[in-house]
């Protein structure tokens, strides 16, 4: 199992930014996916899942209506599209497969919104 995440970088207030979660070894839609973030100095927190059952789903409430999850299963990867995005968005993003077998992590990927 393989989460290849690519797509972080520095972008002004307001921006966007799209990351993506390319998976191997198994299929993303026998999985819970979920982008999750850390930022300095706080605990690592859940951004948003997706999976067959629930679909798009349990969005951070800061996030809700700037970031949105999706997946490409004819490409096995998840996305998070993020819009507007504030300074308190800076953080490392990771990805997060839930599967029978365990919880699968890819590296993280900083993001850092500045000025």
């Known amino acids: 199992v393989q989460l290849e995440v690519s797509g972080g970088g520095l972008v002004q207030p307001g921006g966007s930014l799209t990351l993506s979660c390319a998976a191997s070894?198994?299929?993303?839609?026998?999985?819970?996916m979920s982008w999750r973030r850390q930022a300095p100095g706080k605990e690592r927190e859940l951004v948003a899942t997706i999976s067959d059952i629930s679909g798009p789903s349990n969005y951070l409430n800061s996030v809700k209506g700037r970031f949105t999850i999706s997946r490409d299963t004819a490409k096995n990867t998840v996305y998070l599209q993020m819009k507007d995005l504030k300074p308190e968005d800076t953080a490392m993003y990771y990805c997060r497969a839930s599967k029978l077998g365990g919880d699968y992590w890819g590296q993280g990927i900083q993001v850092t919104v500045s000025s």
């Open positions: 070894g198994f299929t993303i839609s026998s999985a819970v």
